[in-house]
């Protein structure tokens, strides 16, 4: 009887102590791990030819992790990359197209590419290598610059770019030589939304000079030492928004390439670099520019 009672008494408590003992189980569960992010997609790119990127609508936002060291040009729904420099670190790259967004990864490879990377098929990857003739299996898109879509605008641009090709030469000690080229500052105006650059381009070689990338950079804190890089020298990069794209000089002769880039306002330590690249091969040519030459520059 007494061991009925005893048990009829603790019966309780033992259904207690399991329930707690449960509750504490289920507290201590590790809680199930979050999904992976999906890898990033990488995107080969050289620094001796040009890599095209083209969605289903048209690219309002490019964003490199490095700016610093690829080169991107807009064009529509195309995007434009090639490394500035061999051996350029992977960096991501985030692309704006319509009202979606796309990210991936550059990454430098040791041989000439000539790719076309098209999401256009329903956010599908399809991939047309080129042959080290430059031919396709798809058809790239043609190399422009990243003109201004207003056509009011762009057509005033090229107005006033047409109007500068007819001026005299005015700065010819702004100039670089290398490689049997010569690289010089022809003139340079200014209006209210651009600077628009005339330069001039002497090739004393027997091979043609083809001008893929134009690149334009405000660098500011160099100390007045063009070519010094400082840890805190800041850079900034400048889309052209006006101008020809892939302009050729031929052998042994002269030509004139012209450019229009936002308006910007450089101090003292600051200039304008001036970078070109031909589209097959490996003569660079980088020119800074004062910047006291272009705020001193007329308006236009």
């Known amino acids: 009887m007494f061991s009925k009672l005893l048990l009829a008494l603790s019966l ?22 979050p999904p992976a992010a999906p890898a990033l997609l990488d995107v080969a790119v050289s620094d001796s030819s040009t890599t095209y990127l083209v969605f289903g609508g048209p690219v309002s936002l490019v964003d490199v992790g490095m700016a610093n060291n690829y080169l991107v040009k807009i064009e529509a729904n195309a995007v434009f990359v090639r490394a500035r420099r061999k051996s350029a670190p992977p960096t991501p790259i985030l692309i704006r197209y319509g009202s ?35 031919t396709a299996a798809g058809a790239a898109p043609e190399n422009e610059l990243a003109l201004d879509k207003e056509r009011e605008k762009k057509a005033a641009v090229e107005g006033k770019l047409s109007q500068l090709r007819k001026t005299r030469e005015e700065h010819q000690a702004v100039a670089v030589v290398d490689n049997d080229l010569v690289l010089s500052l022809a003139n340079v105006r200014n209006d209210k939304d651009f600077t628009y650059l005339r330069f001039k381009v002497i090739n004393h070689s027997a091979i043609d000079y083809n001008v893929d990338f134009t690149d334009f950079q405000l660098v500011e804190n160099a100390h007045k030492k063009f070519l010094a890089r400082k840890k805190n020298e800041a850079r ?8 020809l794209a892939n302009q050729v ?16 306002a450089a101090t003292d330590r600051g200039y304008l670099e001036v ?6 091969g490996a003569r660079v040519l980088v020119l800074p520019v004062p910047s006291r030459v272009i705020n001193r520059a007329s308006t236009i």
């Open 275 to 280: 970078t070109l690249r031909e589209l097959n």
């Open 100 to 134: 979606k967004y796309w990210m991936g990864r550059l990454v430098y490879v040791n041989r000439p590419v000539l790719q076309l990377y098209d999401f256009q098929k329903d956010g599908a990857l399809s991939v047309s290598g080129g042959s080290s003739e430059g």
């Open 236 to 243: 900034r990069p400048l889309a052209p928004s006006g101008g």
């Open 249 to 264: 000089v031929t052998g042994r002769t002269t030509g004139y390439l012209t450019y229009a880039i936002p308006l910007y």
């Open 12 to 33: 309780p408590l033992l259904l207690a102590s399991a329930t707690s003992a449960q509750s504490s189980t289920a507290v201590l569960r590790p809680a199930a791990a």
